[in-house]
């Protein structure tokens, strides 16, 4: 047991703390004691116990917050980290010093990658574990030390992430859950009282003196058998300690006393049941079958709680966590940037094939109807592509595609040679036009010569999301520049520029943009290799915006 003034854990049977002094009141009831209620009046208490408990379990606040951290907690082990993070800011709502809502947000930002708002809930948990009664501490440090292992990850891993060079954010909480698993959280400052006793005696000694109000010096022995006194007896707190524990150390009036209650109430013992039993089974045994349903009660909430999520998750939201879940976990980022690959010149294709992953992503309503696309740009084999995707509902549709039809794989060993790829887009009328450029410097033109050749497709974006090409073109060696801007040009594209690339490997080092206006550049990729070298270097210019 616990002193009700310093907090300090003592004996059970001690009458004074041995480190402030405060007077334990014996608060055992007697055990000899037995109260017979009448058989009306405990009816009514029943009835009334099992009103409160099935019929209004769910109106007071801890109850909500439970029912909220429970709904977190269970989006969280399905990997439904939107509706965990409603769940749980919906609990901090209901009580914004729960060190669980807010852990459980800590969580939740973890695994969505965002670790600096982990770092923020992490330590408003800690701040809200600082401020915490000692035994709502002490019972949630319990429930903590159950996942010891996996929170002290968490900890870690959410101030490694967030580049918390002092680490110190969580720090309490590893401290509670270590000090529960050890059994002494009673001596954790985080959570003790100041003590009013002096600073000279930290530890109890084998004779400590608590000094009551009236300055008497009583003795104490560790196991409060035998209380002695100062010299003087007129002191009345001695009188009155010393008849409390006469009856205790005294066994024959105790067992005389403990045999008379029970001769009394033997014959009323007997006669009781009878009337219990008949009023007491119907009333326990009605509401059992009536209040069946409670539980079923408990499970509606949560296909309830599920509606709100849809209604506030935007097509934008689920998009963007489409993005970052399940289309970086298929093709991840692209990490041939700034490096070189080995190139086969007999064999271009295979060494074009190491060229794959993600280049770029961004949520944008490329079709005018109000609700945004996600583009997804890529490397598939040496060619730039691109995706539509389209949130419906609670899932989110692949409307199509668009692919370059010529890559980095037709270089020519005698040659030096440069490649630029790129995915670009322009605005028509409100809505966009998805395109992807080529210009190849010193690629086969055939016959096993150098050339330079330049490509262009262009696709409009339908009413359903599903892109369609409407222009392309190409040229070689600056012939058929015309036939090549009378192509694109459905797209409102020039195409003037197309003779000037001829031998200049730099045409659309600035991006399309810079040789054509009105036109946005996403993604530009380039590579080029010295003649003869069979290494090809390689460079990633992303420029789009994937806003969390």
């Known amino acids: 047991m616990r002193c009700p003034k310093c907090k300090k854990k003592i004996e059970k049977n001690q009458k004074f703390c041995n480190y402030c002094g405060e007077e334990i009141k014996n608060q055992e009831k007697n055990k000899n004691i037995k109260i017979f209620l009448p058989i009306g009046a405990g009816c009514i208490c029943i009835l009334v116990i099992v009103v409160a408990v099935f019929v209004m379990p769910k109106t007071t606040p801890a109850s909500k917050l439970q029912a909220k951290l429970d709904l977190g907690n269970k989006y969280l082990a399905e990997a439904n980290y939107e509706k965990a993070e409603i769940a749980f800011s919906e609990a901090l709502k209901i009580d914004e010093k729960s060190p669980a809502a807010a852990m459980g947000l800590a969580d939740t930002y973890n695994k969505q990658k965002k670790p600096y708002k982990a770092a923020q809930y992490l330590a408003k948990a800690s701040d809200n574990v600082k401020n915490m009664k000692l035994s709502d501490a002490e019972e949630y440090a319990k429930q903590l030390s159950e996942q010891k292992d996996y929170y002290e990850k968490l900890i ?30 009673e001596d954790n400052k ?20 608590p000094t009551p109000v009236d300055g008497t010096e009583v003795f104490l022995s560790t196991e409060d058998s035998e209380i002695s006194s100062t010299p003087v007896p007129e002191e009345t707190p001695t009188p009155e300690i010393t008849e409390e524990p006469v009856p205790e150390e005294t066994p024959v009036p105790e067992t005389t006393e403990e045999s008379i209650p029970e001769e009394a109430p033997a014959p009323e013992i007997t006669e009781e049941p009878v009337q219990e039993e008949a009023p007491v089974p119907e009333i326990t045994e009605e509401p059992m079958p009536e209040e069946a349903p409670a539980p079923e009660i408990t499970e509606e909430p949560v296909p309830e709680e599920t509606s709100i999520p849809e209604e506030t ?60 696309e996600l583009l997804v740009i890529s490397m598939k084999s040496g060619k730039i592509a691109f995706d539509v995707y389209e949130a419906e509902g609670e899932s989110v549709v692949l409307k199509g595609s668009g692919t370059a039809d010529a890559g980095f794989e037709g270089a020519v060993e005698g040659a030096p040679y440069s490649g630029t790829q790129e995915c670009f887009i322009k605005e028509n009328s409100g809505t966009y036009y998805v395109g992807i450029v080529c210009h190849y410097v010193g690629t086969n033109a055939g016959d096993g010569n150098p050339c330079t050749r330049t490509f262009a497709w262009i696709y409009s974006i339908g009413a359903d999301g599903t892109p369609s090409g409407i222009a392309s073109g190409s040229c070689s060696d600056g012939a058929d520049a015309d036939s090549f801007s009378g192509g694109i040009s459905p797209a409102g594209l020039s195409g003037s520029w197309a003779g000037e690339g001829l031998d200049n490997p730099g045409l659309l080092s600035g991006g399309l943009s810079s040789v054509e206006s009105g036109v946005e550049d996403l993604v530009i990729v380039t590579g080029s290799m010295e003649a003869g070298s069979g290494s090809m270097n390689m460079s990633i210019e992303d420029k789009t915006i994937l806003e969390d």
């Open 156 to 185: 870690r891993d959410i101030n490694e992430k967030s580049n918390n060079n002092n680490k110190t954010e969580g720090e309490i909480i590893i401290q509670v859950i270590q000090d529960v698993d050890n059994d002494e959280s």
């Open 313 to 372: 998750v935007s097509s934008g939201e689920l998009l963007i966590a489409y993005a970052n879940e399940v289309i970086l976990s298929q093709s991840p980022y692209a990490s041939f940037n700034g490096s070189a690959i080995s190139y086969d010149y007999g064999n271009g294709a295979g060494s074009a094939a190491a060229l794959n992953g993600t280049l770029g992503m961004e949520c944008m309503d490329l079709n005018g109807d109000g609700l945004e």
């Open 190 to 209: 985080i959570f003790t009282t100041p003590t009013p006793t002096p600073e000279a005696d930290p530890e109890p000694t084998d004779n400590p003196t």
